[in-house]
């Protein structure tokens, strides 16, 4: 190319603002051409896509963790369930939608109108759930007349279902909604409104074990909300599964043993401390919570009487009555205040200053020694060994065995029960102990206090010899795929050091309280094992003046809310023990006749059962589902 | 200084363009933002304020004459080069890349100051070494370096938009003063080896969306779903559009930055090809103003001022439009009194005020 050639360069200025405007129309017209070749060549596909596009990130709900029994059988699981939800961008028609939706779901309109808005800081994408748990015919219903309903959504969720109804209800506890306020603490802080927590017992002290990891798919929605096509899934991790040490079997023969009476019961492995059931009556159905209760339904729950919400087997404080009398004996021969051949005569009262002290027995036991006492269940006998011995020492061996304190199980209101001494009295109510109370303490009444739970660890520190061992209920947690995460093995608190020579003589009086003709227990006697018990009856008023058993006194005439409890402890078999029991019927009167059958009952289903032959087999996170 | 006579030569036509457009494209805003609840002002009345602003700032120009701008040029080039130099140091980084200076009131963007102020310097070079045959290699050493400071200052940010348009603006400039033929293709297959050097000096998301651009199936939901959501609303806006507010990819917010970059598209899927094609003929008849002012102007400064802010406003408007018709890869331009913020309106504002001061100075001598 020659150097000074004349020629482009040399465009006239004129040319050049020619050459621009023809420029800029060129690139404006190519830009003309892509918009025409969009919007009107290929126009009705652009349409179509964006008719169909609409993504979206729906969470998908994850399944909460099941709980197993000790062998593996099923307690409780999630179902199914249909959620009727609103994604409030397809909505055009916000009233009119809720009235249409109120007729199908036979809801109350300003119920759906108060969920719509408590959920209205959700994403647009995020569809509000108006109404849980819909059936089937509802559902139907509804996609039928899918037409009308535009931005109502059907969706499957994970439900929490508990199978066998009340039974263990007290250690299930209850789920519920996440509140506003639980949103902003620590340790909900990646929880979402909405989510669901527990709220009491098992549900809420497992929430990080039992709580799944939500998923998430994007999908693709059209016009009408209707799914189209599911791009990406993260599928939810289900929560981890956890076997507790009760036996399921065992713990519904215990409900069920009840009846109508309420009361509570606690099965326990003297050998390990293994909770094999749990007992509190009246219970509730945990399902009642899963989705919401309603106020009508929880305050019938708060206003009866019987308590139903409360888990007495833990948080029930009673007055233990003459179950506490091995609690005396054992002391008295530990400090060896007395011989188990001393004979102390009841006439049928103790008197102390100018106060007397009725044996239940208005006639008297006469000559009685150790074993009489606890056999026939003679007051005046405990009286008399209180005397010598002293609130001090009584309330000592109670702690050794295992009253007055709690067991920190992973339930809501465990409560400690009061064994008590002189510096608690001083505290208390500022007033010196009375030998009068430490007389009535002797028999287990007065400001002693006992649940349930520790009358049935007392019960099996006696039956194993001696060692007192942590009660747990928790047997492993798995992993869902069956990695174990964490495993219960047997945790001894202390030894109680006791002479096994002094607590030979307990056990034979508790076996015949059972196994002698004039025991208090003998309606509880199995034919093949021989179990050893101690009755009792907790005042729930005081009738007269004195402490009574109660086996005099007209039951006809005193109002049911008045009457005595009835308490029974257990453990068999007597020769080389495995379970132990404490039962607590309230208003039942006599811990023979009323307490008594349902420890039979539990008795005579565990030993027939293959536990009887065998210690239960491990079964390696096996469901019956 | 200020003549009577000015006034009498106003450029009314520019102006009523300029304020057309604004007014579509605030209308627009409050389409593409109607279903926010934000608190405070609404963005289009922010925008408003901004244009407001801007139109000040712009009539404010007028009455001084653009010429004090060609002694201004050595200082005010070298103030924003420091400007820019000094934001890779001060900064303020948002997404990834560092663009602000943060003044307390406002964050000044100093690349958008660049470009109004490399028009000034190019103008001021070319008009002071006129050359009637065009400019050779050597001759264009100077104002290709004028050029590249403040580019490879702007891409260091990184901001590949912005440079790009500042290489444009410049190109256009040097192209429109004449270079030779020799020259010119030296400079062209320098220029695509510089490109092919170029991609491996370029930021992995740069790469990504090219390459996205190239094909926007290959991630339908990262960086492929801005080409194609835009698409799909222009597309579905058909030769009449769905109606202003009723554009279902705009207002259900598939678009993502629907009030900045993406604005068209809302304006496209809303009032169709018909829509389009007049707010096409508005901006081409801005365009063309521009070039007819230039060629009207009274002196060559003026002249290459007005072309490089014609340039300017040409390419923001071609890139952006190119961009969301899928034409161009997604660079993060913004359209010229369309999209949503104030540094873009103010910049165009002060280039309208740059064309109507030449504009109504053309017949004094």
Redesign the interface.
């Given at each position: 190319?020659a150097?000074?050639?004349?020629?482009?360069?040399?465009?006239s200025?004129?040319q050049?603002?020619e050459w621009?405007?023809l420029a800029?129309?060129f690139?404006?017209s190519?830009?003309?051409i892509?918009?025409?070749s969009?919007?009107?060549i290929?126009?009705d596909?652009?349409?179509m896509?964006?008719?169909k596009?609409?993504?979206r990130y729906i969470p998908i709900a994850a399944p909460r963790g099941p709980i197993y029994d000790r062998d593996g059988l099923l307690l409780v699981d999630n179902r199914p369930a249909f959620t009727v939800s609103v994604l409030r961008?397809e909505v055009t028609d916000k009233e009119q939608l809720l009235t249409r939706l109120a007729t199908y779901l036979n809801s109350d309109w300003h119920q759906l109108e108060a969920d719509w808005n408590k959920h209205r800081y959700y994403p647009?994408y995020r569809p509000i759930p108006l109404k849980h748990d819909v059936d089937r015919t509802t559902v139907e219903k509804l996609s039928e007349n899918s037409i009308d309903l535009s931005g109502i959504l059907i969706e499957v969720q994970p439900m929490r279902a508990y199978p066998f109804h009340e039974a263990a209800a007290h250690l299930f506890g209850h789920i519920g909604a996440i509140t506003e306020k639980e949103l902003t603490q620590q340790r909900f802080s990646d929880y979402h409104a909405g989510d669901f927590i527990g709220k009491s017992g098992l549900e809420k002290h497992l929430e990080p074990y039992l709580r799944g990891i939500a998923g998430e798919k994007?999908v693709e929605v059209d016009?009408k909300g209707k799914k189209l096509r599911q791009?990406q899934v993260q599928p939810p991790l289900p929560g981890k599964s956890i076997f507790l040490t009760l036996d399921r079997s065992l713990q519904l023969q215990a409900e069920q043993a009840f009846g109508d009476q309420s009361g509570a019961a606690v099965v326990l492995d003297v050998n390990n401390g293994d909770i094999l059931a749990m007992v509190s009556r009246p219970a509730f159905d945990p399902a009642l919570f899963a989705h919401g209760i309603s106020n009508e339904q929880w305050q019938t729950l708060v206003n009866n009487p019987d308590h139903p919400l409360q888990a007495k087997a833990i948080s029930g404080q009673y007055p233990p009555g003459s179950t506490y009398k091995m609690v005396t004996a054992l002391a008295a021969l530990h400090e060896g205040v007395i011989t188990p051949n001393d004979i102390i005569d009841c006439e049928g009262r103790t008197t102390v200053g100018n106060r007397s002290f009725r044996c239940w027995k208005k006639r008297g036991h006469g000559a009685t020694n150790l074993k009489k006492a606890l056999r026939e269940s003679c007051d005046v006998w405990f009286y008399e060994v209180s005397l010598k011995l002293g609130i001090e020492r009584m309330s000592a061996m109670a702690r050794n065995l295992g009253l007055g304190r709690s067991y920190d199980l992973p339930l809501d209101n465990e409560r400690p029960g009061l064994i008590p001494d002189k510096t608690w009295k001083r505290n208390r109510y500022n007033a010196p102990w009375y030998k009068g109370e430490t007389v009535i303490a002797a028999i287990g009444q007065g400001y002693v206090l006992t649940t349930p739970l520790q009358l049935a660890v007392m019960t099996s520190t006696i039956a194993n010899g001696g060692t007192l061992y942590q009660p747990h209920l928790i047997k492993r947690i798995e992993e869902f795929d069956g990695q174990i995460l964490k495993q219960t093995s047997p945790h001894v608190l202390h030894d109680s050091d006791l002479n096994q020579q002094d607590l030979r003589y307990i056990k034979e009086g508790m076996e015949e309280v059972v196994n002698h003709p004039r025991g208090t227990g003998k309606s509880s006697a199995l034919q093949d094992v021989v179990v050893a018990a101690k009755t009792g009856t907790a005042q729930v008023v005081r009738l007269k003046d004195d402490p009574v058993d109660g086996e005099e006194v007209d039951v006809e005439e005193i109002a049911y809310r008045h009457r005595d409890h009835a308490l029974f402890v257990a453990y068999a078999p007597a020769e080389k023990p495995q379970i132990a029991v404490a039962i607590i019927v309230e208003h039942g009167q006599h811990g023979g006749s009323a307490a008594g059958p349902i420890a039979k009952q539990i008795f005579t289903h565990y030993f027939e059962t293959q536990h009887a032959v065998q210690q239960p087999t491990e079964n390696s996170g096996e469901s019956d589902v | 200084m200020f003549d009577r006579r000015l006034a009498g030569n106003f450029d009314w036509t520019l102006l009523a363009l300029v304020l057309l457009a604004a007014a579509v494209g605030i209308a627009n805003l409050y389409s593409s933002t109607s279903s926010w609840n934000l608190s405070g002002l609404p963005i289009y009345m922010k925008q408003t304020y901004w244009l407001a602003i801007g139109f000040s700032i712009a009539i404010t120009l007028t009455i001084l004459s653009y010429r004090h701008l060609e002694h201004m040029a050595a200082i005010t080039y070298i103030g924003c080069v420091s400007l820019l130099a000094s934001v890779l140091i001060f900064g303020k980084t948002s997404m990834g890349a560092t663009r602000w200076i943060d003044l307390g009131f406002f964050n000044l963007q100093p690349s958008e100051v660049m470009k109004v102020v490399i028009i000034i310097a190019l103008a001021a070079y070319f008009s002071q070494h006129e050359s009637n045959e065009g400019y050779r290699l050597k001759e264009l050493i100077a104002p290709g370096l004028l050029l590249s400071v403040p580019v490879i200052l702007t891409m260091k940010q990184p901001d590949l938009g912005t440079a790009m348009l500042l290489l444009f603006i410049g190109t256009t400039m040097a192209l429109f003063a004449g270079i030779r033929r020799y020259a010119l293709t030296i400079l062209a297959l320098l220029s695509s080896c510089a490109m092919t050097g170029g991609w491996f000096l370029l930021h992995g998301y740069q790469k990504d969306r090219i390459r996205t651009f190239l094909n926007p199936e290959r991630d339908p939901l990262g960086t492929g779903y801005h080409i194609i959501q835009s698409k799909i609303a222009v597309g579905s806006g058909g030769l009449w559009g769905k109606g202003f507010m009723q554009g279902t990819q705009s207002q259900l917010s598939f678009l993502p930055e629907r009030h900045t970059d993406f604005a068209f598209s809302v304006f496209a899927e809303e009032w169709g090809l018909l829509g389009c094609i007049l707010l096409l003929s508005l901006y081409l008849a801005i365009v063309l103003r521009g070039i007819y002012i230039a060629r009207k102007a009274d002196s060559s400064f003026g002249m290459y001022l007005a072309i490089g802010v014609t340039a300017m406003i040409f390419w923001h408007i071609i890139v952006n439009l190119g961009m969301v018709i899928g034409l161009l890869p997604v660079v993060g331009v913004p359209l010229p009194l369309f999209s949503y913020g104030g540094t873009s309106i103010v910049t165009t504002m002060i280039g309208c005020g740059l064309l109507l001061n030449i504009s109504m100075r053309r017949f004094i001598f």
């Open positions: 190319m150097l000074n050639s004349p020629q482009p360069d040399d465009l200025r004129k050049r603002f621009l405007a800029a129309i690139f404006f190519l830009l003309g892509r918009l025409w969009l919007q009107v290929y126009s596909q652009y349409q896509l964006s008719q596009n609409r993504t961008q647009q994007l016009v791009h | -």
